[in-house]
C-alpha cells in the first residue's frame, strides 16, 4: 500500500491518503525535477508532484507518511494565488476596483 502526505494550510497537519498499488520498502520514489528553479530554489507548492487519483483519506498526522505530494484541486485555492507565487486572483481586483469606486463616490458626495 502506497502511502501519501498532502500539507493541509488550513489545519497545519499533513493529510495521509493511501492506495492499493504496491511499494517494495526500500525503494525510495524518483525526486521531482523543477522546471525552472530561481535562485532561492524550486517552488514547492508548483514542483512537487501531484497526489494520484483514485486514493483515499487515511487520516491526520503531523509528521508526514510515504512520499510527500500536492493536491492540486486545492493548493492554488488554498493559497490564494494565481498562475504563479504572488498573483492575485481576478476577485480580488474587482474588489479593490468596487471599493476604490465606492470611496470616490462617498467622498464627492459628503464634500458638496
Not at 510527500?68 to 486572483?89: F, K, P, Q, W, Y
Request: hydrophobic letters at 40%.
Amino acid at each position: 500500500m502506497a502511502l501519501y502526505s498532502v500539507w493541509d494550510w488550513s489545519k497545519n497537519l499533513y493529510k495521509v491518503y493511501a492506495d492499493q498499488r504496491p511499494v517494495s520498502v526500500g525503494v525510495d520514489p524518483e525526486p521531482p525535477r523543477p522546471r525552472n528553479p530561481n535562485i532561492l530554489g524550486a517552488v514547492p507548492y508548483e514542483d512537487a508532484k501531484t497526489l494520484p487519483a483514485n486514493v483515499r483519506f487515511m487520516g491526520l498526522s503531523h509528521v508526514p507518511r510515504g512520499e510527500i505530494v500536492r493536491d492540486a484541486r486545492s493548493t492554488v485555492e488554498l493559497l490564494g494565488l494565481g498562475s504563479e507565487a504572488g498573483g492575485t486572483r481576478p476577485g480580488t481586483l474587482a474588489g479593490i476596483a468596487l471599493a476604490s469606486a465606492l470611496l470616490g463616490f462617498m467622498i464627492a458626495r459628503w464634500s458638496r
